[in-house]
């Protein structure tokens, strides 16, 4: 029994999911312009090697012009995108409502009731490219001679 106590009192817990979202940026489109998450992806892959940029409705639009400046710019690629949706319940009710269907294409296909509204999230993960260092050091370099110029 003793040994079995001792095994209990030495389990280390660690939640991974939270250690893995130390990379995740949450995006709105409202509260931030989109440089400012542009450079904090950049940032992020700098730390961790990849971003995750995930957003809900009308934010989705701002995260996928993210990824595809910096796919665009040769500092990204891209590993997963995953589309879903969040339960939204009905105010009188309480219940929960019909989800959207989300296909493999990434289409997505819902239908809208007065009652309810259905809220679709995504998140991109991005890693560095195997240019990623090479033209961060060259961004870097080009802004130090212009500073430099003025």
């Known amino acids: 029994m003793e040994v079995i106590t001792e095994g209990v009192n030495n389990i280390n817990i660690s939640d991974a999911s939270a250690a893995s979202k130390k990379n995740r940026i949450q995006v709105s ?7 400012f998450y542009v450079n904090l ?3 992020y892959m700098q730390q961790h090697n990849e971003v995750e940029l995930s957003a809900l409705g009308m934010a989705i639009a701002t995260v996928v012009t ?3 400046i910096l796919k665009n710019n040769g500092l990204a690629v891209e590993k997963k995108i995953t589309t879903s949706t ?3 319940r009905e105010e009188t009710g309480g ?6 269907k989300v296909n493999t294409l990434n289409i997505i296909h819902y239908k809208i009731r007065s009652n309810y ?3 679709i999230h995504i998140e991109i993960l ?5 240019k990623f260092d090479e033209l961060m050091a060259a961004a870097e370099e080009e802004a130090i001679n212009n500073e430099e110029q003025s």
Do not use: M, Y
């Open 66 to 68: 993210i990824a595809e």
């Open 86 to 88: 969040v339960d939204i």
């Open 41 to 43: 992806a950049k940032r």
């Open 29 to 35: 489109n409202t509260k931030k312009p989109l440089f």
């Open 117 to 119: 509204d259905v809220e």
């Open 95 to 100: 219940r929960p409502v019909q989800k959207a």
């Open 126 to 130: 991005l890693g560095k490219s195997e």
